[in-house]
């Protein structure tokens, strides 16, 4: 049976760092405690990649209960990919939703790493899409600084940055980086070769290219040895090293660059839509955020949207359909349907973040 409106369940994956903690809690987890799940991938059609690690298979791919039965959102959407999809999407992309969104709880700062352009990936990886990613920061745990590394402060050559990564020198890798402060509502994208590490502590809303294609510049962090074959995405490590953007930029530059501030698209007296991310920063996918103390009603585009409640409680409703939402809330609409009625409880704030496809 097709659906307008359909509620998500948790889809938490494995990565090479831990976190967790505060996902558990969201879905309302008995012991809430951090482990080696510290994301939640809302309905990916991406699988993971865990070189390493014992194989699960389909890891990553989201699935939802039809009938008493278990199916993937992929093949959902293979089954009827006018309705979910759009025709202009499929004929394009297939059953692939195009961009993967991610929840990320860290626990412990990230290994540093960086991605490859589209370009880059194109050429060497055999891969339609690179990984640009997206920061929504959603919060921070009380007592950690929140911030991120990103971009290098005081950058190394080319020659010098292998011989970093290579031998493991990891007092002349730290020194290339300053900590760049970040706190809730900001919003911040990530291009291809920007080296990068989310700092402990830090919940964020992670929208990206639909690869987990990655070179992770540190092998150890905190215990946690990232295995040879995930290091370098399969290819000769000075060849995966040359992905790295060598531009040098102070934090006050990084912030000017990678720092997005939000567009309001309409103001209303209890309603405000503003679009957080755009054709200015990826064609791959849009994120939008709507606040609203009261109802609105949300007019879309032929495409499915995907929402995830960063503030408040309240009801979100396509044609017929009904469903009660919270902080954590993750659901999707299809393509078909036309407008999303979202109502606020008690008339405290709601805000839910959407992302859709790009051009």
């Known amino acids: 049976m097709k659906k307008n409106l359909i509620p998500l369940p948790p889809n938490r994956v494995r990565r090479n760092y831990l976190g ?3 996902l558990d809690q969201l ?5 809430p405690k951090d482990g080696n799940r510290p994301e939640e991938w809302i309905a990916s059609t991406s699988e993971a990649c865990n070189p390493g690690l014992k194989d699960i298979p389909n890891e ?17 959407f293979a089954e009827e990919p006018e309705f979910y999809l759009g025709k ?32 880059y990936a194109q050429k060497h990886l055999n891969s339609q899409w690179g990984k640009l990613e997206t920061y929504y920061i959603l919060d921070v745990r009380p007592d950690c600084e929140g911030y991120i590394w990103l971009g290098f402060q005081h950058a190394p050559t080319q020659e010098e940055w292998n011989r970093i990564v290579l031998t493991q020198d ?27 590490a989310i700092g402990e502590g830090v919940l964020v809303l992670e929208v990206m290219e639909p690869t987990d ?36 930029n102070s934090i006050e530059e990084i912030h000017n660059k990678c720092a997005v501030t939000p567009i309001m698209l309409e103001s209303t007296n209890n309603s405000t839509i503003e679009l957080l991310i755009g054709k200015e920063q990826t064609n791959c996918f849009t994120i939008r955020r709507l606040k609203t103390t009261a109802t609105y009603t949300l007019t879309k585009e032929n495409l499915i949207y995907i929402g995830i409640v960063a503030k408040g409680s309240g009801t979100v409703t396509v044609e017929n ?9 993750t659901f999707l609409v299809s393509a078909n349907a036309n407008n999303i009625e979202i109502t606020s409880r008690d008339s405290a704030e709601l805000e839910i973040l959407f992302c859709s496809p790009g051009n």
């Open 20 to 22: 967790g903690m505060i």
């Open 27 to 31: 879905s309302g987890q008995p012991d």
């Open 321 to 329: 359909e009904k469903i009660n939402v919270e902080v954590g809330s």
């Open 170 to 196: 990891m007092a002349a890798m730290h020194k290339c980086f300053e900590k760049v402060p970040v706190k809730k509502g900001e919003v911040w994208v990530i291009p291809g070769g920007i080296p990068h």
């Open 60 to 76: 990553g791919l989201a699935h939802i209960t039809e009938n008493n039965q278990s199916i993937s959102l992929k093949d959902l």
């Open 88 to 119: 202009e999407h499929y004929n394009k992309l297939g059953n692939n939703l195009g961009f993967l969104a991610k929840l990320l709880d860290s626990s412990m700062r990230l290994h540093l790493q960086a991605h490859p352009t589209a370009e």
């Open 213 to 248: 294609l990655v070179v992770r510049c540190e092998f150890e962090r905190q215990g946690i040895v990232v295995p040879p074959d995930a290091r370098f995405m399969g290819i000769d490590p000075e060849q995966a090293l040359e992905i790295f953007d060598l531009e040098q």
